[in-house]
RNA sequence: GGCCCCAUCGUCUAACGGUUAGGACGUCGGGUUUUCAUCCCGAAAAUUUCUGGGUUCGAAUCCCAGUGGGGUCACCA
């Protein structure tokens, strides 16, 4: 049979890197077999819903490069769970509740499991689970490999219809997974405890179980599950920061999911190529950041100069006015020495900004050696790398400069740092007015 | 608190019941280099696989308990 997987977001916010691991795993797992993923819209909360969210979440996709064969809506799809919760009442398996409905609780839990409602007799209101009393309910996960059991008098007479006509997610995963003939269901490990409902509404529809298996929650460094407080969480936010999409999908694939080889880099169609559901992990994993950086690193050495060019454009607007030509010689002196698109903001700011020189950066014979530096560069007639190169280290021998504190001083006051791009190169693309603007300024203060 | 899940270097992880418990990130040291970085080489790092029992000739691997971590108990997903 083939193989069908889903990807159902809701759009209540911006994706969470969890999220978009769960939408990679279930389609790699689809591909891998050459089979469908969809994607599902899980539109059943208004209340919680955001502007733009839809296009948010198939913005994000097309950015990762994931594709779906379907696509689906759950609020166009109300008439069908309708259908499957007033079944449910009929065949004696769900009752309407006219109860008010409860909050989310502030402190503590509820321990009321079962419904008012329940043995009433209404005909109007929520539609409810009529949980059955201590029957046991198994399934064998599909990331565990396991078989996971409840007794059902700890299972709640779960909400399946609201009244405002919407189903809750319990009704409609069921009934969109069965519509929609998934295999596989991939979701967050939040969803386990309420798996026991699933089962049994799949059982009381009639339903043909699916696959289901919980995937690992991300956690954060300091405890706890990984949370937008601590840190940028979101896909976006990493966007934003310079992560590149190729690095950010393969650093979160490889949380929770590892191949018997180890292997570390991953295209999206290698992941698939290589998918094996057995790789799935267990235990959470924390969210590294050292490690994301580093694929970060690799993911930027391996672009074209071209592409990374672009990057850095899209990062920096200064950047962008700078002449064509000196924007490829920065992006070449940047490739191997940032973790980041956005470290062009730092790295490269002196090209389009006078540094403001601390004094204190400087060696005790700065002055000396910004002087002389003066002298020979003004007489260099073709400002090229071999003549900045020939000049400067023939004014070491001839001065007896100690090599490094001239360097460290030049560098000091073209940049305003210590740790920078090759300073040779860096002046040639400056130009040799602007070296010298610098060079005098800083003597003269 | 009830229920459920999990447990190998700091982190991500590998290891037909039989290995000196392997790799990667990070860390440290060295080489290249006019800084930083890249690149190359090397090391430390799991008090031997959370603890305690058991099964077995033999356990990181199987079983039980404890401890620890996580999740969940809404007309939210």
């Not at 599950?225 to 690095?247: N, W």
């Not at 992990?281 to 930027?300: A, S």
Request: charged share 30%; proline share 4%; with cysteine.
């Amino acid at each position: 049979m083939k193989i069908r997987t889903r990807f159902a977001p809701s759009p209540t916010g911006s994706m969470h890197i969890g999220n978009l691991r769960t939408a990679f795993y279930a389609y790699a797992l689809a591909k891998h077999d050459k089979g469908d993923f969809v994607l599902r819209i899980e539109d059943t909360d208004k209340k919680r819903e955001v502007e733009d969210g839809v296009e948010d979440i198939k913005d994000i996709l097309g950015i990762f490069n994931i594709k779906w064969e379907e696509l689906y809506v759950q609020s166009e799809r109300l008439d069908l769970y309708k259908i499957a919760a007033e079944k449910l009442v009929n065949d004696g398996y769900a009752f309407y509740c006219e109860c008010e409905a409860k909050n989310a609780k502030k402190e503590g839990f509820s321990l009321e499991l079962r419904d008012p409602c329940r043995d009433k007799k209404l005909t109007s209101g929520a539609i409810k689970l009529r949980t059955p009393e201590n029957e046991w309910i198994t399934f064998t996960d599909y990331v565990l490999q396991k078989k996971v059991s409840w007794n059902t008098s700890v299972v709640s007479d779960a909400t399946l219809l609201k009244t405002d006509g919407f189903p809750t997610y319990h009704l409609a995963v069921v009934v969109d997974d069965n519509d929609m003939n998934i295999s596989h269901v991939l979701r967050g490990h939040d969803w386990m405890p309420s798996t026991p409902i699933h089962l049994l509404v799949y059982k009381y529809l009639g339903f043909k179980v699916p696959e289901i298996g919980h995937l690992t929650d991300i956690m954060d460094p300091e405890g706890g599950k990984l949370s937008k407080r601590k840190g940028s969480t979101s896909v976006r936010g990493l966007l934003e920061e310079g992560y590149l999409p190729e690095a950010i999908f393969n650093f979160v694939i490889l949380l929770g999911w590892a191949p018997k080889d180890n292997r570390e880099l991953y295209t999206l169609e290698e992941f698939v190529e290589f998918f094996d559901p057995k790789g799935f992990q267990k235990g959470n994993p924390v969210f590294n950041r050292e490690k994301l950086d580093w694929f970060n690193g690799e993911y930027i050495r391996n672009l074209p100069e071209k592409d990374l060019n672009l990057k850095f454009q899209m990062a920096n607007a200064k950047f962008g006015e700078l002449e064509k030509e000196k924007q490829i010689a920065i992006t070449k002196l940047l490739k191997e020495r940032i973790k980041k698109i956005s470290d062009v903001n730092d790295i490269a700011k002196f090209f389009w900004e006078t540094p403001v020189v601390d004094k204190e950066l400087f060696g005790e014979n700065y002055k000396e050696h910004l002087e002389s530096a003066i002298e020979v560069f003004e007489e260099i007639k073709d400002w090229n790398i071999e003549n900045i190169g020939t000049f400067s280290l023939e004014l070491c021998e001839r001065k007896k400069f100690h090599r490094g504190d001239f360097f460290m001083d030049l560098r000091v006051a073209i940049t305003g740092m210590k740790f920078t791009p090759p300073i040779n190169d860096s002046i040639l693309i400056l130009g040799k007015e602007e070296t010298l603007a610098r060079l005098s300024r800083v003597v003269k203060n």
